[in-house]
């Protein structure tokens, strides 16, 4: 036999070269065409596992093992599992398969200009990568493998671990013959992420196949642990149509895998180091770039490793595959999960999934005590690994200490559409083995309820949906929810609201971040969430509504009540456009217009613009449009639309139309303010009413009044979304946009298709 038919460079594969060398060499080849950076390296080839099977005369030996075999006796597959490993091990390596894969070391070594190389042998299974079966991480790695002894006996390791455990289930689970499946093994020159970083991607939001971005984790060091869930990783969020970072969140990366003595351990990593990125800005966007164009030349969204060396302080893309779970989805089902009762919350941490599921809490230490699961389970465990795929499967939802949105728990958990709960910290001690659980997962913050509580589910088919002249848009607070929403069929966001986000992920009041000199967690908590919306609903408008809190909503934020005077009727106070201008509050102001100005700016999502709320009088907005002008905002370059919520707005609504590019209609403070109702008290609720024919009359006037001055008018208040009849009295008024709660968007757009039509 040839050498090319034991052994091959990656340089001269391609993706026509999948059942010859599997599917990690031939993806690793088919990107040297692509300007990747890939390390060299060659890969053996399936003829050679199989001269290697029957040269030995080991064939029968692994078939007698799996004759008979139960995946569900997990004694009887350990013991049978491990038989067969030992057997492909020990056998002798057949002096001609042997002779070429020394040689072609060899010349690696000289190309390199290195005796001897340090090498990574990765497993490369002819079914592995493929679309629709996934075999990722169910056999092993060897790395800082050096000498010829070493390199034989790794590959040895490698033909071997086609018969995992893991393996063997998931192929018997999905009716692959065992001696259908081959192994390849990708020898690659060994990179030095211990001297720098590593990590995983996705070509597209793993959580909820949001297509538009690129997610990536990062640790120091080898990223072998951030697979496993050991480390919690950087994790960046790059949107490809402008490979803007949207978002960018700090991971623990409390240790690092580095080499020692021939192999790797796990090293605790400085506590200064740990509160920097592992990437920066621009080996960000460059690792993104890459993923996109790998993306774009295998048309299906990528599951992709990479490594930075550090010696050569350059970037390598060590492994690309298919997407599995998103990529091979053909449903078009929104589905959204929400609990319709509530209970004690024991817990919370990172949530993968987007499901709600109840079950006993089983805790287990490692993946030997897996017989003690039963069907329906919730799995509690400190982290998991490959080996505990055959539980896993068992489970009604995952509950981990440790690990991040790419761990294996999570990558996992997706797979199996199962809810899983990482990084949760201490749930291993806080929850009781055999108490029942909920495991909320509906947000972007998993929790565990005490109980089985109950919830429900509800479905939207988004496929054949009718298009419509006016605008359907939706309101939307939460951007922890854009990406998942992005494929409802609106026309965008008409009202994207800053106070959820300040909230939920700053809690600080910004003068007190000011005084503090922290004014950058104010500036990048906004940033982010603004970007996650922009972001999934690019290129339609998404307004952004400047912040609206009253006075003692600012109080109880962290640092509040020094800067913030106590009012009767916070209601009718110092808020919207009032508190822009004001001395002692503009430098806060600031602060939200930098937020804004690098959403559009740095991420390049110029499709959000801005609205002002509460704007008294068209004086006060000109100043308000000053000084977003000051602050980098500048009409010239943005649409900036005024909220029409005050009957001045009505009435001078000519006037505002000469300084404004639109008006959005808050219905709550509209009808407030032209009722004379509290809308927060209790004894005149009663009173307070969207229809009454003040509101309507206003409304009407509105929209005549802006359209005679060529601006465009829609509605963000809560009418639409409570009142389905209110659509009807919105659409006959000569309406522009109607924005409604997610949930009632389905029905929204049949409503006005039905009016149009």
């Not at 909820?208 to 697979?227: R, W």
């Not at 050991?230 to 700090?250: A, C, H, S």
């Not at 896993?392 to 997706?414: C, N, P």
């Not at 913030?564 to 508190?579: H, I, Y």
Request: glycine share 8%.
């Amino acid at each position: 036999m040839s050498r090319d038919t034991f052994v091959r460079w990656l340089e001269d594969l391609s993706g026509d070269d999948t059942d010859a060398v599997g599917g990690k060499s031939a993806n690793l080849g088919e990107l040297a065409d692509l300007d990747v950076p890939v390390l060299p390296g060659f890969t053996t080839t399936a003829s050679a596992y199989d001269y290697y099977v029957e040269a030995t005369g080991i064939h029968s030996e692994i078939k007698s093992q799996l004759d008979g075999l139960d995946v569900d006796d997990v004694s009887d597959l350990q013991r049978r599992g491990e038989r067969i490993r030992r057997t492909i091990s020990e056998a002798s390596m057949p002096p001609e398969l042997e002779s070429a894969i020394l040689e072609r070391y060899a010349e690696l070594g000289d190309e390199i200009d290195i005796e001897d190389p340090e090498v990574a042998v990765r497993s490369s299974a002819t079914a592995e990568d493929l679309p629709e079966a996934s075999f990722a991480g169910q056999q092993e790695t060897f790395l800082n493998v050096a000498g010829e002894t070493e390199l034989i006996e790794s590959i040895k390791h490698c033909f071997a671990s086609l018969f995992t455990d893991r393996a063997i289930v998931y192929r018997e689970n999905n009716d692959f013959d065992h001696f259908d499946v081959k192994l390849a093994c990708t020898v690659q020159k060994m990179g030095r992420a211990d001297l720098a970083s590593s990590g995983v991607l996705f070509t597209l939001d793993p959580d909820t196949g949001f297509e538009d971005v690129v997610v990536i984790e990062a640790a120091y060091g080898f990223g072998e642990p951030i697979v496993q869930g050991v480390v919690d990783p950087d994790r960046y969020v790059v949107f490809k149509p402008t490979n803007g970072i949207v978002e960018k969140q700090l991971g623990g990366k409390t240790q690092r895998m580095v080499r020692r003595n021939g192999g790797t351990k796990l090293e605790s990593v400085p506590e200064a180091a740990r509160e920097e990125f592992a990437l920066s800005d621009e080996r960000i966007r460059e690792l993104a770039t890459y993923a996109t164009r790998i993306e774009e030349h295998f048309e299906t969204p990528q599951d992709i490793e990479w490594l930075v060396d550090g010696d050569l302080e350059e970037l390598f893309v060590v492994q690309a595959r298919p997407e599995t779970v998103h990529g091979a989805a053909t449903e078009n089902v929104l589905r959204t999960y929400s609990l319709t009762e509530t209970a004690e919350e024991l817990l919370d941490g990172v949530a993968i999934g987007s499901a709600i599921a109840t079950g006993p809490v089983r805790i287990l230490e490692d993946h030997r005590q897996m017989d003690l699961v039963e069907e329906g389970d919730v799995l509690v465990t400190e982290m998991t690994d490959p080996d505990w795929v055959p539980v896993m499967k068992k489970a009604s939802a995952i509950v981990t200490d440790r690990g991040g949105k790419t761990s294996h728990a999570a990558i996992v958990s997706r797979e199996l559409g199962i809810p899983a709960i990482v990084r949760a910290g201490d749930a291993t001690d806080v929850l009781s083995d055999g108490t029942t659980v909920t495991v909320d997962c509906s947000t972007d913050t998993g929790r565990v309820y005490e109980g089985a509580l109950e919830y429900e589910v509800t479905e939207e088919e988004i496929d054949d949906l009718p298009e419509t002249e006016t605008e359907v848009k939706l309101v939307l607070g939460d951007p922890d929810r854009a990406f998942a929403l992005a494929n409802l069929p609106v026309d965008g966001v008409g009202l994207a609201r800053e106070e959820f986000i300040v909230t939920s992920h700053v809690g600080h009041h910004p003068l007190a971040l000011l005084s503090r000199g922290e004014e950058s967690q104010f500036v990048d908590a906004l940033r982010t969430g603004i970007a996650k919306i922009g972001a999934a609903f690019y290129p339609d408008e998404v307004i952004f509504r400047l912040s609206d809190f009253k006075t003692d909503e600012y109080r109880n934020l962290t640092g509040g009540p020094p800067y913030e005077p106590e009012e009767d009727n916070p209601m009718l106070g110092w808020r919207g456009a009032s508190r822009y201008y004001d001395e002692t509050f503009r430098e806060a102001f600031r602060l939200e217009c930098e937020a804004l100005r690098q959403v559009r700016e740095d991420v390049g999502l110029d499709n959000v613009i801005v609205m002002v709320p509460f704007c008294r009088t068209p004086e006060e907005g000109q100043r308000v449009l000053d000084l977003l002008a000051e602050f980098g905002l500048s009409q010239e370059e943005m649409d900036i639309y005024v909220m029409a919520e005050l009957p001045s707005n009505i009435v001078l609504a000519d006037r505002f139309a000469e300084l404004f590019d639109g008006f959005s209609i808050g219905s709550n403070d509209l009808t407030q303010l032209t009722l004379g109702v509290d809308r927060n008290s209790e004894q005149l609720a009663p009173l307070f009413d969207e229809t009454n024919d003040a509101v309507k009359r206003s409304i009407t006037s509105l929209i005549e009044d802006a359209h005679r001055h060529d601006r465009p008018v829609g509605i963000c208040g809560d009418a639409p979304s409570t009142i389905p009849e209110y659509t009807e009295f919105l659409l006959e008024a000569g309406i522009d946009s109607i924005s409604v709660s997610p949930d009632v968007a389905i029905e929204t757009l049949l409503t006005v298709a039905e009016f149009e039509s």
